[in-house]
Antibody, heavy 118, light 112 residues
Framework: QVQLVESGGGVVQPGRSLRLSCAAS????????MHWVRQAPGKGLEWVAA????????YYSDSVKGRFTISRDNSKNTLCLQMNSLIVEDTAVYYC???????????WGQGALVTVSS | DIVMTQTPLSSPVTVGQPASISCRSS???????????LSWLQQRPGQPPRLLIH???NRFSGVPDRFSGSGAGTDFTLKISRVEAEDVGIYYC?????????FGQGTKLEIK
């Protein structure tokens, strides 16, 4: 079965960096595009970034463009999100999600909480 | 960006009764491949989102048949034929036709 497990969350001061990872299993990782979606405490869902199956194309929301970088290592079945210059508004649970064969986001991880606070 | 607007934002329902949630998009979520990428997600308390319906009306694997989706153009609906206690949570519509993907504000389904 498809499994997505995020790690790397924690508490960080504004202006600092944090790197999230997502370990994928149960499917051919190198054949699937991937997304990061976040959810601020008590709020709705916000799409953050996406990457094609081979890593050749990457997309970002305006709110994180220039600060966050999405990447993947298909040899290790791992998706990453490098978050730099963090601000308080980046506080959220970050979900790793699969771009499924139907063209939709189909599977979601359990999420990693990132808290940006001084 | 495509703006997704859901109504109602809260829906108290009696177990065994039907429920309906509407979603309107600011433009049709039709992709260049001809498909309409309108999905419905369920988020139970303390859980990640879970895909229920994709491409307007297709139930995802393992989703009970009491859930159904319909619509066209810019107006879409999620229906639960008979609400069960386990259906409590927040429901989101999402468009996946163009980046950035966008979500509705969420509709909180609660039991009366």
């Amino acid at each position: 079965q498809v499994q997505l497990v995020e790690s790397g969350g924690g508490v960080v001061q504004p202006g600092r960096s944090l790197r999230l990872s997502c370990a994928a299993s149960g499917f051919t990782f190198g054949s699937a595009g991937m997304h990061w979606v976040r959810q601020a405490p008590g709020k709705g869902l916000e799409w953050v970034a996406a990457i094609w199956d081979d890593g050749s194309s990457k997309y970002y929301s305006d709110s994180v463009k220039g600060r966050f970088t999405i990447s993947r290592d298909n040899s290790k079945n791992t998706l990453c999100l490098q978050m730099n210059s963090l601000i308080v508004e980046d506080t959220a649970v970050y979900y790793c999600a699969r771009w499924g064969p139907f063209g939709d986001i189909d599977y979601w991880g359990q999420g990693a909480l990132v808290t940006v606070s001084s | 960006d495509i703006v997704m607007t859901q109504t109602p934002l809260s829906s108290p329902v009696t177990v065994g009764q039907p429920a309906s949630i509407s979603c309107r998009s600011s433009q049709s979520p039709v992709h260049s491949d001809g498909n309409t990428y309108l999905s419905w997600l369920q988020q139970r308390p303390g859980q990640p989102p879970r895909l229920l319906i994709h491409k307007i009306s297709n139930r995802f694997s393992g989703v009970p048949d009491r859930f159904s989706g319909s619509g066209a153009g810019t107006d879409f609906t999620l229906k639960i034929s008979r609400v069960e206690a386990e259906d409590v949570g927040i429901y989101y519509c999402m468009q996946g036709a163009q980046l950035p993907y966008t979500f509705g504000q969420g509709t909180k389904l609660e039991i009366k």
